[in-house]
């Protein structure tokens, strides 16, 4: 087992964007449904009784729980400390999957991973990686999986796509709680090749209260060619008859470890 990346700012790392709005998250992924990404049911499916499985970027725990609810074992790996609080608060809940749920604090690449596992996935997290960590990720993952092991992940584009940095804000969900209403607004604030900074704002209103909590983050985008030759290099085999839909980004790309 190789030594994980520390994953907090006070070993430093880079801060938690995620600070003071794990909860928030949660609620705005529980008012999307279905359709909050990352896809839970469609990564979850993937996953059998009595499997080892990764979470590289477990966030709250979204598909972790999903996993583990099948008698999957999974290890979650994770740098946000709030992220992994959310996820504890959930498991506390939820005694009958504490044999089933491991949780870390890591990140990708350099996971510091022990053993060999079945399945592998990255909801929603592609997206923090630059081409270099993607490519490092996939190396450690392929160290680590059983031959003929699942690989997926989903926000791999259809093309490489550089947004306009115009600042403004759009609403991304709104929900009412009580006598609250959040909403999430997102804008991407700079842009260049390949990656884009962007501010999503947490907005709490109640009458006169409101509480603004504000995120920031860049985010990379990982073109389906690029992604495809990496994971080729790296021992996998992309399993295109699951991928008839590569090119919708929310849907998981599924490749799997050559025997
Ligand atoms: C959009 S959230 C998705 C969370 C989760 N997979 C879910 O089911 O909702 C992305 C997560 O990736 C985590 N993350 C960011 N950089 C990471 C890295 N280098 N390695 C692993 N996880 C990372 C973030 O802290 C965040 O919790």
């Known amino acids: 087992m ?37 896809r839970i049911s469609a990564f979850a499916e993937l996953a059998q009784p009595g499997m080892r499985v990764v979470d590289v970027g477990a966030g709250t725990g979204r598909v972790a729980l999903a996993v583990g609810a099948r008698d999957a074992n999974v290890w979650c790996v994770e740098p946000s400390a709030s992220m992994r609080s959310a996820l504890l608060s959930k498991l506390a ?10 949780v870390t604090a890591g990140q990708a690449p350099g996971m510091g991973l ?24 996939f190396a450690e993952l392929s160290d680590h999986l059983a031959p003929g092991a699942i690989l997926a992940l989903d926000m791999v584009d259809d093309l490489s796509v550089t947004p306009d940095p115009d600042g403004v804000d759009t609403t991304v969900a ?34 006169t209260h409101r509480a603004v909590q504000t995120m920031r983050r860049t985010r990379y985008f990982h073109p389906f060619d690029d992604v495809h030759a990496d994971l080729t290099v790296a021992g996998f085999t992309v399993d295109t008859e699951h991928n008839g839909r590569w090119h919708d980004s929310a849907q998981p790309l599924v490749a799997r470890r050559n025997v």
Not at 93 to 102: K, N
Not at 114 to 137: E, N, V
């Open 2 to 38: 190789s030594a994980p990346r520390p994953a907090t700012a006070a070993e430093g790392e880079a801060e938690d964007s995620y600070e003071s709005v794990a909860g928030l998250y949660d609620l705005i992924a529980a008012a999307q449904g279905e359709s909050a990404p990352p």
């Open 93 to 102: 809940q939820r005694p009958a999957l504490w044999p089933h749920v491991t």
């Open 114 to 137: 022990d053993g060999r596992f079945d399945y592998a996935y990255l909801a929603g997290s592609l997206q923090f990686l630059d081409a270099a960590d993607r490519r490092a990720t």
């Open 174 to 207: 709104e929900v009412r709680v009580g006598r609250s209403r959040y909403t999430l607004r997102a804008a991407v604030t700079a842009a260049a090749a390949g990656r884009a900074d962007i501010r999503y704002r947490y907005i709490t209103e109640c009458g």
